[in-house]
């Protein structure tokens, strides 16, 4: 028979497919991490005999009563020949008996999988099978042990692959279909914009040479489909599984979900948006099991239907997911990340990728995917891995928990707070750093770790929010404490807490996020990371650890000098200093500008105290201005009311802080922005934990003060200036406010099309005069 197989599936994506039963159960949690599960498998595999065989490749065919095959593949965890025994060890904490039944019935059949795979290929006639179980924290193996013949463990692999056949027939006509759809797609518009087709030609090359693409595309470039519609054509001549396009904000996805949309309409392709849990979830005081919460109920045995269902239609977005999802009566959340499987294009946050779980790296390393990776706003991945990748814990926190007494911790609590008493009393500053993690504190805090997870594993398997929280953020402390070397640094801040005891919070800060992506990018068939902001080219190639072969491409602008007046108010300091005196001047410069040509501006501020400095200002002194204000901490209802009164007819003044939520990733095209006030060089604040970083960026390369303070904040203002021309009709003015923007080094990393000029001082403007603007 014929070795053409029509589809070729890893061992767990099968089981995954026809094992999972029952409900959605996270309560045998908390479950060890990956750094823990592969020290735990490389423990197990210690103890075993010299000739004990790891990570055993395995692949095999099934073949139907149609001709139809489907190849089979994986690697089993270990095969004694001496005993003809194979294993498939698991890592765990705590109790066993807790564990649900369907992860159980889950973990037989991979490892029976693995078992008829090993007979076909080895010639044996029977197996034993063995399931280990390894608790990490007490170092304890519990093996589950069954031996079967040959032919048991063939029916159970045919029976498997049957059920599995049907989908995967399916998945290769979709595959075909969409490939060929791609082959012919064109350009959804048409023109091209501008330069758009110079950034898809370099992004199609990038994708077709297997390489990574530094994109550097300024506002109004067309970036979204312009990398988009490149990769897409790239997809069936370099055999891509799919595509991951991953943004920072909600905005920057939804601009690539608009994007997509035709395409969907006319195509076979399938586009899922993934979405943050606490968004996502339907009942958040519910826990996540059949138990608590009814959409875990029975999840897996209704998710094939909601699968079905989905398959129907390519779109895949928030709302669409949702509504099949209640309507099969499953989770959304949980549904959005099965479906992730079987997508074409995923569209979601950094994390999904990057972070040391991302569910779509894993998915990609099981299933040995081909994938493109765009990266919108890339300017952003730099903090972005920084915060992925770090950790802190309050000892305020952990006193706190000692008080509340949590039964079988409070040891362990107070160990740890011993060590961390030891810690304060050598750090005489309000912030000390160190030269590593502290070894006695560490140990303390692993030994915590185990007891809190020995104490939730056991009746009556449950934690005070407390200290759940606390658990959580000490897990990600131990894991961050795992990866610590040269690109990490460690500080304690002391402050004062409960009845005037200095509490201590320990950090550990990545600096240098590079080794742990450059993994990422090496994964990926093509990556392509775009923004307006990336100038220097060598700072983002130093921090996010990009290949050595990768290209760098500055698009020009689409836009002439003439649509833009940028102005640079040199007679006024903006430096903390100097805020005070600060505030009139800026007041009347907004007013001043807001008179001569009456419409929609933004002005931007450093902090939300500086901002309500100025606004109160400006009410005083010019109350005929209309004004609204970003508030702390808006939810999504208030971001789209605050953006709302950007009308084409409107009049007035929008205050921001800069680098916040209206900093980018918004489109005010036309005259729902005419111009923007920037008052502050966006440099991060001088404190003891930006001076630690800036002296070790200055040691690894020799610019410590712009790699902490200068290319950060010069990149928030050029985003938040590119607020202000979207397109080709569009005119508006920016001001630059502070006298450092006249400095030439600075103006350096100004975008080359624009047209500055530079006020030594701002006119001013009667309030008769504001009083005749009409708005």
């Known amino acids: 028979m014929s070795e053409a197989v029509d589809y070729t599936v890893a061992v767990r994506t099968l089981c995954d497919f026809t094992a999972k039963q029952g409900d959605l159960d996270l309560r045998f949690t908390p479950s060890p991490s990956a750094e823990e599960g592969m020290e735990g498998h490389a423990r197990v595999a210690s103890r075993r005999a010299s000739h004990y065989q790891c990570e055993v490749a395995l692949s095999g065919v099934y073949w139907s009563a149609a001709g139809r095959g ?15 025994r194979l294993e498939e060890i698991k890592t765990h904490r705590g109790d066993l008996t807790r564990q649900p039944e369907n992860h159980r019935h889950l973990h037989w059949a991979q490892l029976r999988l693995y078992g008829w795979l090993l007979c076909e290929e080895r010639g044996l006639d029977e197996l034993e099978l063995a399931l280990v179980y390894f ?91 312009g990398t988009l519609f490149p990769m897409l054509k790239a997809m069936p001549t370099q055999r891509l599984d799919g595509l991951c396009y991953l943004a920072a904000k909600t905005p920057g996805r939804q601009l690539a979900l608009d994007a997509l949309k035709p395409v969907v309409e006319t195509t076979p392709l399938r586009v899922l948006e993934l979405t943050a849990r606490d968004k996502a979830c339907e009942h958040p005081d519910l826990a996540c099991h059949g138990e608590s919460c009814p959409l875990a109920a029975g999840f897996f045995d209704k998710l094939p239907d909601a699968r079905r269902a989905l398959i129907a239609d390519g779109d895949w977005d928030r709302a669409h997911l949702r509504d099949t999802a209640l309507a099969h009566d499953v989770c959304p959340y949980y549904l959005g990340q099965e479906m992730a499987r079987w997508s074409d294009v995923t569209v979601g946050d950094y994390h999904y990728y990057f972070a040391s779980g991302g569910l779509l790296h894993l998915l990609a390393q099981a299933n040995d995917w081909r994938l493109g990776v765009l990266v919108d706003e890339a300017h952003n991945l730099v903090e972005r891995a920084r915060d992925m ?106 402050r004062a807490g409960h009845r005037g005891m200095r509490h201590a919070r320990l950090s550990l800060r990545n600096i240098v996020p590079a080794p742990l992506l450059t993994p990422r990018f090496q994964a990926a068939h093509a990556s392509v990371l775009f923004s307006a902001t990336l100038t220097p080219e060598r700072y983002q190639r130093d921090l996010l650890g990009l290949p050595k072969d990768s290209v760098w491409l500055d698009v020009a602008s689409p836009f002439s000098k003439e649509q833009l007046s940028v102005h640079i108010a040199q007679h006024i300091s903006t430096r903390f200093r100097d805020r005070e005196a600060s505030l009139a001047p800026i007041a009347d410069l907004i007013a001043t500008t807001y008179t001569r040509r009456p419409g929609n501006y933004l002005a ?47 009049c007035g003044v929008g205050f921001a802080v800069l680098g916040g939520a209206f900093g980018e990733g918004i489109d005010l095209p036309g005259d729902r922005l005419i111009g923007a006030f920037i008052a502050t060089l966006g440099l991060p604040q001088v404190n003891p934990v930006n001076e630690q970083r800036r002296r070790y960026l200055q040691a690894m390369f020799g610019a410590g003060y712009d790699y902490a303070y200068v290319y950060p904040g010069v990149q928030k203002v050029i985003q938040a200036a590119g607020r202000v021309i979207r397109s080709r009709e569009d005119r508006g003015t920016i001001h630059l406010i502070d006298d450092r923007f006249a400095e030439p080094r600075i103006q350096a990393l100004l975008p080359s099309w624009w047209h500055v000029t530079q006020n030594v001082e701002a006119p001013t403007r009667s309030r008769s005069a504001l009083n005749s603007t009409g708005c």
């Open 70 to 84: 489907l190849r089979v593949r994986g690697r089993a965890d270990g095969f004694d020949p001496q005993r003809g």
């Open 604 to 650: 931007f501020f450093s902090s939300f105290a500086y901002l309500e400095d100025v606004a109160a200002r400006l009410r005083e002194t010019h109350p005929d201005v209309p004004q609204w204000q970003q508030a702390r901490g808006m939810d999504e209802t208030a971001r789209a009311d605050f953006l709302a009164r950007f009308t084409p007819d409107g």
């Open 135 to 225: 608790d990490i924290a007490r170092q304890v193996e519990t093996p589950l042990v069954e031996r079967l013949d040959r032919d048991t463990l063939r029916h159970f692999f045919e029976a498997q692959c049957a059920a599995f056949l049907d989908w995967a027939l399916q998945e290769t006509a979709h595959r075909g279909a969409r490939d060929s759809a791609l082959e012919t797609l064109r350009f959804p518009h048409a023109s091209w914009q501008g330069e758009q087709r110079m950034l898809a030609e370099n992004v199609y090359k990038a994708a077709s040479t297997g390489r990574a693409l530094l994109a550097q595309a300024p506002t109004g470039t067309g970036k979204t489909l």
């Open 389 to 494: 990748y770090s950790a802190s814990l309050d000892q305020g926190d952990l006193r706190a928990l000692i008080r509340e007494k949590p039964a079988g911790v409070s040891a362990a609590l107070k160990q740890l707070n011993r060590e961390w008493n030891s810690l304060g009393r050598e750090c005489v500053n309000e912030h000390t750093a160190l030269e590593r993690v502290p070894e006695a504190w560490l140990a303390a805090l692993q030994r915590l770790v185990g007891t809190i997870g020995q104490v939730a594993a056991e009746p009556p398997y449950t934690l005070s929010p407390a200290l759940q929280r606390f658990y959580f953020d000490a897990l990600k402390t131990v894991r961050i404490a795992e990866l610590f070397d040269r690109h990490f640094i460690c500080d304690i801040a002391m």
